[in-house]
């Protein structure tokens, strides 16, 4: 088939063996906007060839949160369309035939090596210091030779006939020339295990051939994959797809983002239930590697869709930082219409005790806090200071702040006029505080403000003080804890 004038039609495939990887997700959305941009299909389907690591629970996983992230496919799982759902368990058969064709046409043949046989192999290459590869033996065995191994209840694998040495080339969307000699390829390949299903590299053949796939946009972990896939294309007479790399995702060591070394980190999962919104963490991957000509950092789905071009998309590995995605996380926060925002932020206080407050309280103490997020899993840790609870004002940062006389003057100032402070608004409580400050020979500054704040909250920085004590009071908790951090001071003196 020609790809050059057909309509663009990509695929995600991953393997349902975990949870939804954040490599994955970005090969998704790359997919996904490159389809979008060039008025494309977007396939999603299953590699599901590792029947022993294949598992529904991931399954459902990934189709949860490639939703979650807003990336929506054109055929595959939920779709109905003549692709979805779609697993390659299901073409055992189809991959076999194609497979015995190439036999046929003296392009592959059939290995009869046991599995002994080739770890005898590797010992023996790793003994002698050379590479791990097949030997391509099985090629050289005579008719009488197979029948014999068949008689001894050997099944035979499929290999596909390799030129050695070859250079296999193609001109990458996103890395430029490519080139791959074959004899870096580890030698003849298996098709079709001796249990009858395809491998890999050519199952993935066929499906996109299938699917009429014209751009497969993938990690460069694939790039040896890519070479062995080309090869099986041209023993099967078919032309190629347009074959595009982005870079791996490092973390800030420079190291691969793996399952095994990151757990789950690398879990799209662990951002939904930390409080990160979708089109946040949409944004973030997208930006890793791909830059806006303007340089904008923060753009909607559809300015993404309208601006994608693999051309821009960096060679070098993307650098996944927290930091980073907590500022897209926070910009997104703070964007959001304040109902939105207390509906989303309302399981997460589920762990806070705040029966003595009603609604509008609580909603006062989500916007109170609302600008300075980067999840909404920090919810619970900023609003523990309005739990009937004693605050702990044994910090080490703390006590000297209170151990002064002007904070004892204070402390007893604000007990004297506590009961003026029920049902001020914010403006009306921050204006007494400075009347009282004030009138009593304190400016308007940190030695006013900061020991009624730690009183109160036992912490040195936090949203409006004014707003704090407007939600605190009516409570009993602003009289309650200014005494205690008066008592406190007291024994500190004596």
Known sequence: MSTQHQ???????????????????????YNYLYAKHNHGRFVFRLEDTDEERSNDAYTQDIIKYLKWLGINWDEGP???GSYGPYRQTQKEEHYRKLANELVA?????????????????????QNSGLPSR??????????????????????PCIRLIVEEPRVVSWNDLIKGPISINTQDLGGDPVLVKSSGMAVYNFAVVVDDLDMEITDVIRGEDHIHNTAKQILIYEALGKECPRFAHAALIFDAEKQKLSKRKHGEFVHI???????YLPQALFNYLTQMSFTMSNGQEIFTQEEAIEAFDLAKVSKSPAIFDLTKLNWFNNHYLRALPANDFENLAKPYLKDLSLDKYEGPKINQMLNLIKDGLNNLSEIKEQLTYFEPKPIDLNQSEIRPILDTDSARKILRLMLE????????????AKALIDEIGLSNGFKKNKELYMPIRVALTGRLHGPDLSKIITILSGSGLVQERLENALNLTLQIKS
Do not use: M, W
């Open 78 to 80: 939920d779709i109905g």
């Open 269 to 275: 999962s662990k951002y939904e239930k930390d409080g």
């Open 134 to 155: 097949y030997d391509n033996r099985g090629r050289f065995v005579s008719e009488k030779q197979a029948q014999e191994y068949e008689a001894e209840g050997r099944i």
């Open 417 to 428: 006029n506590v009961d003026k402070f029920k049902n001020l608004d914010s403006p009306a």
């Open 105 to 125: 046409s003296k392009k592959a043949y059939f290995c009869y090596a046991t599995q002994d046989e080739l770890a005898k192999l590797k010992e023996d290459q």
């Open 7 to 29: 309509k663009v039609r990509v695929r995600i495939a991953p393997s349902p063996t975990g949870y939804l990887h954040l490599g994955t997700a970005r090969t998704a959305v």
